[in-house]
C-alpha cells in the first residue's frame, strides 16, 4: 500500500473526534464551533482523496485493508477495506459533509456546536459503514448513525420533528435488528463475522430465502422501497436542511450499498427466487411514487418522494441481473443494469443534495415551503434560479447531467430483461420531467404574486460557492461518466459472478 | 464420628465481612451522633477490604469446604468483585440522597452490608441450605431497606408488599427443594447432579420439584408472570434503596439460577429449559411493552428491568456453558448500567423533589448538555443500541440463543428491543426536545457524584468501544 497512514481510520475518526471536539470546545463560542467543524471537515475530504489517486482499477479485491482482532473471543475483527462499489460512496460522504457544514453556517442558531458536532460524527459513522467489512462492526456503525440523526432531526427540525424522528428511528431500528439475527446465524454456521467470509460460505435454500427477507427489511426500509418508504417523507419535511442532505444524499445509499454488499453475493439463490419481489416494488416505486409526488404542495415533500422514486430505479437496476441472464444466457447486459444503479446512486447523492440546500436557500428567506406561496422567484433571485433549474432538469434526467446517465442505463437495461419493465422504468422520464417542471414552473416562474418574494435576495456568496460546487459536479458526471464507471467496473463484474453463483 | 475443622480459607471474604459488618453495627450506634459520616465510610472501607482479600487469594480452581456446602471458583470470585464493584457504586450515590432527605443513615449502610453479605453467601452456595440462608440474609436486610422510612407510607406499604410476596417465593422455593431432597435423597448440588444422571430418582418428583425451583427464582428475579411486586416496590422504595435493589441482588440471583439450574440439575435441562423459554419471552414482551405506558421513571426502569431479566434468561435458556456466559455478562452490565440510571435520579433528587419523572428531564439538554448527554448514554445504553456496553451483551445472549437453535426466539427478543427502544427514546425526547418545566438550574449538587456519574456513563461507552476483556471474563469464569 502506498498510503503511510491508516486512510480509512482516518476518515472514520478524523471527524468523529473533530466532533466531540466540537462539542466540548465550540460551547460557548459559535465561530470557533463553526471555524473547527469546516476545518475538519475539509481536512477529511482532502485526505479521502487518495482514495482515487492510489486506487488500483484493475482488481475487484478489497483495497486499503486494515485488519486486526477486536473481540477473539467471537473473532469481531477490526476490519476495514473499499472496492469499487464503496469507494465513490465514501468519497460523496467527505464532499457532502463539507457542504453540509458550511450550508449551515448561519441558518442555525441555536447550540450552533452540538449542531456542527452531530453532522461531523455522522459523517465518520458513514464512512465506517461503508467500509466496515466485518458485519458487526458495519452493523455498529449501521445503527449508531441514527443516535446523532435522531437528535438533530428532533431538535432542529420542523413543527412534527418529534412524531418524524420516532418514526425515523424506529423504522430504521425495526429493519435492521433482523438483519443482526442474519449475521448471528451466519457466525454461528462459519465461526467467522467477516463480510467476505459469509459471501463465500455455502447456505441452504431456506435459510438463504429467511436471510434474504431480513436483509430486505433492512435494506428496504433504508432505501427507502414501496411500501415501507412512508418515514421518509416526514423525515425529510421535518428535518432542517442539512438533515435533509445528508439523509438523501448519503443514507439513503447505505440501503443501495446493502444490497450489493450483503443481499446478492450472500444469498444469490434467494436473490434469484425472489427477484420479482424487489422489481415489482421498485417498479411500483418508480411509477406510483412519481405520481404521488406530483400533487405534493410542501416542495420538501415533492423532492422526498421523487428520492424513493429515484430510488427505485437503483433497486431495479440491481435485481434486474437474474431476469436478463435468463433472456440472454449472459451477464453482458446485467453490468449495465448494475452500474447505472450504482452511478444513479452517487448521481443522486449530489442532485438530491442539491435540490435540498436550494428549497434550503429559499426556506431561510421566506420560512416556508409551500410551493404555493412562491412564484417569480426567478425576478429577485436570478442566479439561484439558474442553479436551481439546472439541478431540477437533472432530477428529471436532462442528458448532459448526472442523472441522465444512471437512469438511461438502468432503462436499457430493463429492456433487455423485460419490455414491460423497460416501459414502465421509462414512464419516469415523463412522470419526473412532470412533476419536478411543474414545480419549477410554479416556484420560480410567472409573476411575483407574494409581497414577500418581491423582497427577497439573491444568493450570498457562500450559498453561491456551495451551489456552483454542486453544479460543476452533477455536470461533470453528466459529461464524463466514464472514470466513475472504470472504478466500479472490475468490482461490477465481480459481484455480478457471486450474484449468479450459486451457494446451495 | 470424627469432628474435622473445616477449612475457613476459602470464606475469609465471608468471615471479615460479617465480622466487620457487626463490629459496624454496635459501633455506629455510638459514634453516629458525633461523627455523622464515620458509618459510611467504615461500610465503604469496608468493602475495599472485602475485594482486597478476594482479589489476593483469586481462586482459579473450585474449593469446597464446609462439608461441600460451600464453594469457592472463579465465577464465585468474579461474581462478588462485581458485587462488591457495584455496592460501592450504589453507596455512594445513596449516601448523597440521605443526607438531602434527612433520614437516618446508619442502619441503611449496616443494612446494606449484611445484604452484601448474604449476596456472598448465595454466590458461593453449594447446598439447599446455604443457599437458602444467603437468601434470607439478603431479603431480610432488603424488606428492613424498603421500610426503612417509617413515616412514609407508600414505602411502607412497598416493603410490606416485597415481604409478603418474597416469603411467598421463598415457601415455593422451599417446597421446591423438598421435593428435589426427597427425590434425590441430597441437597448437595454436585451429589445431586450424580444421583440425577445416573437416572434412580423419580422423575416425575423430580419435575414437580424443578418446577416449584424455578417459580421461586422467577419471583426473586421479578420474571413474568411472577413480576407484579416490581413496579411498586421499585416505586414505592425511596430511590436510594431502589438503586440498591435493582442492581447488586440481581448479581446474586444469577448466580443461584446457575448454581441451581445448571450445576445441580443440567440433568432435568428438558423440564427447566420449556419453563425458562415462557418466562423469558413473557418477561420481554411485557417489560417492552407495559414501559411504554409510564410516566414515572422508577417505575419505567422496573418495567424495563423486568424486560432485562426476559434477555438474561435467553442466555440461561440456551442451556450451555456459554449461554451461562453470555448471561453472566449481561447481569453484570445490566447491574453498572442500572448504577448508573438509578444513580441519576438519586444524584439529582433533593428534598422536596424526587425528579423521577420522565416529565423532570423535560429540556435537560438547555439546562445542563453534560447530564444529558450522560442520561443519553444510559438510556441507549439499555436500549441496546450500539456503540454502547448494552448492546454486546444484548447480542452476546442472543447468539448464544442462536447457536442453541432458537433463532425464532431470538426474533422475538429483537423485536421487543424495538419496542423498548421506544421508552427509552421517551426520555432522550424529554432532554432534547422538550422545553424544561423546573424553574432554576439542574444539577448534581455534589462534584464528587457528577464525577462518578460521569464516571460510570463514559465507562458504558468505553466497554461498548472496547469490551474484549469483560467479554473474556465472563467467558473464562464458567
Excluded: C
Excluded at chain 2, 427 to 443: L, N, T
Amino acid at each position: 500500500m502506498l498510503t503511510s497512514y491508516p486512510i480509512l481510520s482516518t476518515l472514520i475518526w478524523l471527524p468523529i473526534l473533530g466532533g466531540l471536539l466540537v462539542l466540548f470546545a465550540g460551547r460557548n463560542n459559535e465561530s470557533v464551533a463553526k471555524w473547527l467543524s469546516l476545518i475538519v471537515a475539509g481536512l477529511t475530504f482532502i485526505l479521502s482523496i487518495p482514495l482515487i489517486t492510489q486506487f488500483n482499477y484493475s482488481t475487484a479485491q478489497m483495497q486499503f485493508v486494515e485488519q486486526m482482532a477486536w473481540i477473539p473471543m467471537f473473532n469481531v475483527q477490526y476490519f476495514l477495506g473499499v472496492d469499487g462499489l464503496s469507494m465513490p460512496l465514501v468519497l460523496l460522504t467527505t464532499f457532502t459533509q463539507v457542504l453540509v457544514i458550511a450550508s449551515a453556517w448561519d441558518v442555525i442558531k441555536e447550540r450552533v456546536e452540538q449542531y456542527m458536532g452531530a453532522f461531523l460524527i455522522m459523517g465518520g459513522i458513514m464512512v465506517g459503514v461503508f467500509t466496515a467489512l466485518d458485519s458487526i462492526l458495519f452493523y455498529i456503525f449501521w445503527e449508531a448513525l441514527l443516535i446523532p440523526m435522531f437528535i438533530v432531526i428532533g431538535k432542529w427540525g420542523g413543527p412534527r420533528r418529534v412524531y418524524a424522528t420516532m418514526k425515523f428511528f424506529l423504522y430504521t431500528f425495526f429493519g435492521s435488528v433482523f438483519m443482526l439475527v442474519s449475521f448471528l446465524y451466519m457466525y454461528w454456521q462459519i465461526g467467522s463475522f467477516s463480510i467476505l467470509d459469509f459471501q463465500n460460505m455455502p447456505l441452504s435454500m431456506n435459510a438463504q430465502i429467511l436471510i434474504f427477507i431480513a436483509f430486505l427489511l433492512a435494506f428496504a426500509v433504508k432505501i427507502p422501497m414501496f411500501p415501507v418508504h412512508t418515514w421518509l417523507p416526514d423525515a425529510h419535511v421535518e428535518a432542517p436542511t442539512a438533515g435533509s442532505v445528508v439523509l438523501a444524499a448519503i443514507m439513503l445509499k447505505m440501503g443501495g450499498y446493502g444490497f450489493v454488499r450483503f443481499s446478492l453475493p450472500v444469498t444469490p439463490d434467494a436473490s434469484m427466487e425472489l427477484d420479482w419481489l424487489v422489481i415489482a416494488l421498485s417498479l411500483i416505486a418508480i411509477v406510483y411514487i412519481g405520481v404521488v409526488a406530483l400533487v405534493q404542495s410542501d416542495m420538501k415533500k415533492l423532492v422526498a418522494y421523487s428520492s424513493i422514486s429515484h430510488m427505485g430505479f437503483v433497486t431495479l437496476g440491481m435485481f434486474l441481473v437474474y431476469d436478463i441472464m435468463q433472456n440472454h444466457g449472459t451477464l453482458a447486459g446485467a453490468a449495465m443494469g448494475m452500474e447505472g444503479a450504482m452511478v444513479q446512486m452517487v448521481s443522486h447523492g449530489f442532485i438530491s443534495g442539491a435540490m435540498f440546500l436550494a428549497i434550503g436557500v429559499l426556506y431561510d428567506r421566506m420560512h416556508t415551503r409551500e410551493i404555493t406561496a412562491y412564484g417569480g422567484v426567478v425576478n429577485k433571485m436570478p442566479w439561484f434560479v439558474m442553479f436551481a433549474v439546472l439541478f431540477a432538469m437533472a432530477n428529471s434526467g436532462l442528458p448532459g447531467t448526472s442523472g441522465f446517465v444512471g437512469e438511461f442505463m438502468v432503462i436499457i437495461a430493463s429492456f433487455k430483461a423485460n419490455i414491460w419493465y423497460g416501459v414502465l422504468a421509462a414512464l419516469t422520464l415523463i412522470i419526473g420531467a412532470a412533476y419536478t417542471l411543474w414545480m419549477v414552473k410554479r416556484v420560480f416562474f410567472g409573476a411575483v404574486t407574494n409581497e414577500k418574494v418581491e423582497q427577497l435576495q439573491d444568493l450570498n456568496k457562500r450559498e453561491f460557492a456551495i451551489m456552483a460546487t454542486l453544479a460543476i459536479a452533477v455536470i461533470a458526471l453528466g459529461v464524463f461518466p466514464g472514470p466513475l464507471m472504470e472504478v466500479m467496473h472490475t468490482s461490477v463484474e465481480n459481484l455480478l459472478v457471486q450474484a449468479t453463483t450459486s451457494k446451495l | 464420628m470424627n469432628f474435622v475443622i473445616p477449612s475457613f480459607a476459602p470464606a475469609i471474604p465471608e468471615i471479615v465481612l460479617l465480622v466487620l459488618a457487626s463490629l459496624i453495627l454496635v459501633a455506629d450506634t455510638f459514634w453516629s451522633k458525633r461523627y455523622p459520616n464515620a458509618t459510611y465510610y467504615a461500610i465503604q472501607a469496608t468493602l475495599i477490604i472485602v475485594a482486597y482479600l478476594i482479589l489476593s487469594s483469586f481462586s482459579t480452581e473450585r474449593i469446597f469446604t464446609f462439608n461441600d456446602s460451600f464453594v469457592r471458583d472463579t465465577f464465585a470470585d468474579v461474581l462478588k468483585l462485581f458485587t462488591l464493584a457495584v455496592s460501592f457504586g450504589v453507596f455512594l450515590f445513596a449516601r448523597e440522597y440521605l443526607l438531602q432527605h434527612k433520614f437516618v443513615s446508619g442502619e441503611f449502610f449496616v443494612l446494606g452490608l449484611f445484604g452484601v453479605l448474604g449476596m456472598f453467601v448465595m454466590i458461593s452456595a453449594s447446598n439447599f441450605i446455604t443457599l437458602y440462608l444467603g437468601l434470607e440474609i439478603m431479603s431480610l436486610a432488603m424488606y428492613a431497606m424498603i421500610a426503612l422510612r417509617k413515616d412514609d407510607a407508600q414505602a411502607v406499604e412497598a416493603g410490606m408488599k416485597y415481604f409478603v410476596l418474597g416469603a411467598l417465593a421463598t415457601g415455593m422455593l422451599l417446597y421446591g427443594f423438598s421435593m428435589l431432597y426427597g427425590a434425590t435423597g441430597t441437597i448437595t448440588f454436585s451429589t445431586m447432579q450424580s444421583v440425577i444422571a445416573s437416572g434412580q430418582a423419580d422423575g416425575i418428583v423430580l419435575a414437580f420439584g424443578v418446577v416449584f425451583v424455578v417459580i421461586g427464582l422467577a419471583f426473586k428475579m421479578g420474571a413474568v408472570p411472577f413480576h407484579m411486586w416490581m413496579p411498586d416496590v421499585y416505586h414505592g422504595a425511596p430511590t436510594a434503596v431502589t438503586l440498591y435493589l435493582g442492581t447488586a441482588p440481581k448479581i446474586a440471583g444469577f448466580a443461584i439460577i446457575y448454581r441451581l439450574l445448571y450445576e445441580a440439575m443440567p440433568g432435568l435441562v428438558a423440564d427447566w429449559q420449556q419453563l425458562v423459554i415462557m418466562l423469558s419471552i413473557l418477561s420481554m414482551v411485557i417489560g417492552a411493552v407495559v414501559a411504554i405506558a409510564q410516566d414515572n421513571l422508577k417505575r419505567m426502569l422496573a418495567y424495563s428491568g423486568i424486560g432485562h431479566i426476559g434477555f438474561l434468561l435467553l442466555g440461561v435458556l440456551a442451556a450451555t456453558e456459554d449461554g451461562f456466559s453470555a448471561a453472566m455478562f449481561y447481569v453484570i452490565v445490566y447491574a453498572i448500567t442500572g448504577v448508573a440510571g438509578f444513580g441519576i435520579i438519586v444524584a439529582l433528587s433533593r428534598k422536596g423533589m424526587e425528579f423521577d419523572r420522565v416529565a423532570d428531564f423535560k429540556g435537560l439538554n438547555q439546562k445542563n448538555p453534560w447530564l444529558a448527554l450522560m442520561m443519553l448514554i444510559i438510556m441507549f445504553s439499555m436500549a441496546g443500541i450500539p456503540p454502547f456496553i448494552g448492546f454486546w451483551a444484548k447480542i452476546l445472549v442472543i447468539e448464544e440463543v442462536v447457536a442453541a437453535g432458537f433463532t425464532w426466539i431470538a426474533v422475538i427478543a429483537v423485536i421487543t428491543a424495538v419496542v423498548s427502544a421506544f421508552y427509552y427514546l421517551r426520555v432522550v425526547k424529554a432532554m432534547y426536545f422538550d422545553q424544561s418545566e423546573i424553574a432554576g438550574p439542574v444539577e448534581i449538587v455534589s462534584p464528587q457524584l457528577h464525577w462518578a456519574l460521569s464516571f460510570v456513563a463514559i465507562l458504558l461507552l468505553a466497554l461498548g468501544i472496547m469490551p474484549s476483556s469483560l467479554i473474556n471474563l465472563a467467558y473464562l469464569s464458567i
